[in-house]
């Protein structure tokens, strides 16, 4: 009877373990000690602040779809703003049509360059903000003006007439070469493209936070989206932030991937406030 009974527990006990071993978490939430937390207390200290930077990898659905998520259960919390950098500043008038009902989705994709998977990763989004009257910020440097950047500098933007310096962050534009984020730009690249490439990516930032700036209401919470990179170590666009207002409340999220999730990898720790670890075998949407 004793063997059966130590049996039945052994059985137990590996049926358990085994069942451990199958559960494997799409994503898992850390705060930037690297320790496990949870999305509502993420969301209850989300509900705090005036600006969010929400990092994501532009073609992970668990970015995507926790974005969604965030802002549909902030909504009825607080007063939202949405921001992004997948639209440009010069299309601003096009999405407002759109929000408006002026011009149908069909218009918004002619008159706006809509990046290529709009459809599944924003349009949600833009759609809810439509649906419940938002304004929704088109905060990034037009392309054409971020390549002046990577092929001149700073001073290739100097001759550009004053309509089109209204879709960029006021010239000159603050830079600091020393900030690990770009520093590390330029040894990713190997030296390819000089100490313009950087400069062309702190012209994104820059822009991105003077029109985060322009469109945050006080009182209100606004949300910006943009690929992780442009906010990871509490640099990027938050750097430009902290110049210009440094009094407000900030909260930074990013999106990770590793092999295994169960705990953070040292590389991924102090990345943002809340980190997004992601398995790496999770699809993408292209």
Not at 51 to 65: A, D, K, M, R, T
Request: glycine share 6%; net charge neutral.
């Amino acid at each position: 009877m004793k063997f059966l009974t130590f049996s039945i527990c052994m059985i137990a006990m590996l049926a358990a373990t085994h069942l451990a071993a199958q559960h494997k978490p799409a994503y898992v939430l850390y705060t930037a000690a690297g320790k496990k937390t949870n999305y509502g207390k993420m969301l209850r200290s989300l509900q705090t602040k005036d600006i969010v930077l929400f990092g994501e990898y532009h073609n992970n659905p668990i970015s995507h779809w926790l974005q969604l998520t965030v802002v549909k259960d902030l909504h009825p919390l607080r007063d939202l703003i949405l921001g992004a950098e997948m639209f440009e500043a010069d299309n601003q008038e096009a999405l407002d049509q759109y929000l408006r009902g002026e011009i149908d989705a069909k218009g918004l994709d002619t008159l706006a360059r809509l990046w290529k998977n709009y459809p599944t990763d924003y349009a949600p989004l833009v759609n809810f903000a439509k649906a419940n009257k938002l304004s929704f910020a088109a905060t990034n440097i037009p392309r054409r003006y971020a390549a002046m950047v990577a092929r001149g500098g700073f001073e290739a933007l100097d001759a550009l007439s004053d309509q089109e310096k209204a879709w960029m962050a006021p010239l000159p534009m603050a830079y600091d070469a020393d900030l690990p984020g770009y520093k590390a730009m330029l040894e990713m690249m190997a030296g390819h493209g000089g100490p313009n490439l950087p400069k062309a990516q702190a012209s994104k930032d820059a822009t991105m936070a003077h029109f985060t700036l322009q469109y945050y209401r006080k009182g209100s919470l606004l949300i910006h989206f943009h690929g992780a990179y442009h906010s990871d170590n509490y640099e990027g666009i938050l750097w430009y932030l902290r110049r210009q207002q440094p009094s407000l409340r900030y909260a930074t999220i990013t999106t990770v991937s590793q092999s295994e999730t169960g705990k953070l990898l040292p590389e991924n720790i102090g990345k943002a406030d809340f980190i997004i670890c992601v398995d790496e075998d999770m699809t993408t949407t292209y």
